[in-house]
Structure formats: C-alpha cells, structure tokens
Nanobody, 123 residues
C-alpha cells in the first residue's frame, strides 16, 4: 500500500515559522520527484514547490520564493517544507505529492497524494 502522510500543520501568527513533514511508504522514495501543493479556502489547488529525487534541483512558486524551503531525506523517506515569514495568504491545506519523473508544476502530473495538513496563519 502506497502512502504519503503529512504532519506539522497548525496555527501560527503572521511572520512566524512552521515546518511540515511528509513521510512516504510503499514506494521507492528516492526515485520520485516530490512536491508540495496547497488549497486555500475558496481557492483552486496551487503548486508551491518541488524537488528532484536527488535533491539537486528545486522549483518554487513566486508566491513563496525566499520564504519557503523544501528539502528531503531519502534515508528517512521524508520530505520537508520549512515555512518562514508566513503570511495570512499562506493559510491552506497543504498536500505532498509524488511523481515518477521530472519536476512538474501541474497537479495532474503527480501520481500519489497525501491526505493534507491544515496551516492557519493569523494576523
């Protein structure tokens, strides 16, 4: 059974920091591109960031560039999203996703999805 399980969401004040984790099982984690997406209330699901299987390449959405950082630990089958200087506009359910290929920014390009973790940023 293939599973992606997010954790680390919660309530944080604007300007604060939060770290999300996504633990993978049932797949050869090190061979997958991993991405983070988010869906805010009343909004469409949007791309946040992705990282290649080697960790050598990343791609960030303009809205989070300079504030969020993605990393992965293949030995632990885990990908992380470090969120710094968060804004109320960052409030959303955050999903991790896996893709057996190169970096893509469309949600349709990802094969596996976690259940999501809620991040709420207060002003």
């Amino acid at each position: 059974q293939v599973q992606l399980v997010e954790s680390g969401g919660g309530l944080v004040q604007a300007g604060g920091s939060l770290r999300l984790s996504c633990a993978a099982s049932g797949l050869t984690f090190s061979r997958y591109t991993m991405g983070w997406f988010r869906q805010a209330p009343g909004k469409e699901r949007e791309f946040v960031v992705a990282i290649t299987w080697s960790g050598g390449s990343t791609y960030y959405a303009d809205s989070v560039k300079g504030r969020f950082t993605i990393s992965r630990d293949n030995a632990k089958n885990t990908v992380y999203l470090q969120m710094n200087n968060v804004k109320p506009e960052d409030t959303a359910v955050y999903y991790c996703a896996a893709r057996s290929g190169r970096i893509a920014t469309s949600h349709s390009g990802y094969e596996l999805w976690g259940q999501g973790t809620l991040v709420t940023v207060s002003s």
